[in-house]
């Protein structure tokens, strides 16, 4: 007699409760500023998401409420659309902080080095500083400094 109110009361409770929604996650990597690339990619996901616009006025879009993006890193290097995916992916975080998530590859870290290695002041002490390679003999070595 007391299991039976108990246990209809928990059906009660659950059954008013509101289903979960399903997220879906549209997963890209190693694009390397390759926009044919991503763009044939996009066709894959286009319940997902779409792009709207060319060139560096492309902004990507969510077309479900339901769904998030993980881009795996890599974002530039071999292509022509560099500096398009770097802006098109960051408007992307900006507008959808929560549901975009942006890894970075080690393409992406070797580019964010070089703006302090290639500082002024460093190069030209590296240059001064650094002897050249072994296997050369040091009469023999051409250096930026001479």
């Not at 709207?52 to 022509?80: P, T």
């Amino acid at each position: 007699d007391h299991i039976a109110p108990h246990t209809h009361q928990i059906s009660k409770t659950t059954a008013s409760m509101a289903a979960p929604s399903k997220t879906t996650v549209a997963y890209c990597t190693d694009v390397e500023g390759n926009l044919h690339y991503f763009d044939e990619w996009l066709k894959y996901v286009s319940h997902l998401i779409v792009k709207e616009g060319e060139g560096v006025n492309a902004r990507l879009k969510f077309v479900s409420d339901h769904a998030k993006f993980v881009y795996g890193g890599d974002i530039c290097d071999k292509g022509d659309g560099n500096i398009t995916m770097v802006r098109m992916l960051t408007a992307f975080k900006q507008q959808y902080p929560d549901r975009v998530i942006i890894i970075l590859g080690n393409r992406d870290i070797n580019k964010m080095r070089m703006t302090s290695e290639f500082e002024p002041n460093l190069v030209k002490n590296r240059l001064e500083t650094t002897p050249g390679p072994y296997w050369v003999k040091p009469a023999q070595r051409v250096s930026p400094k001479m």
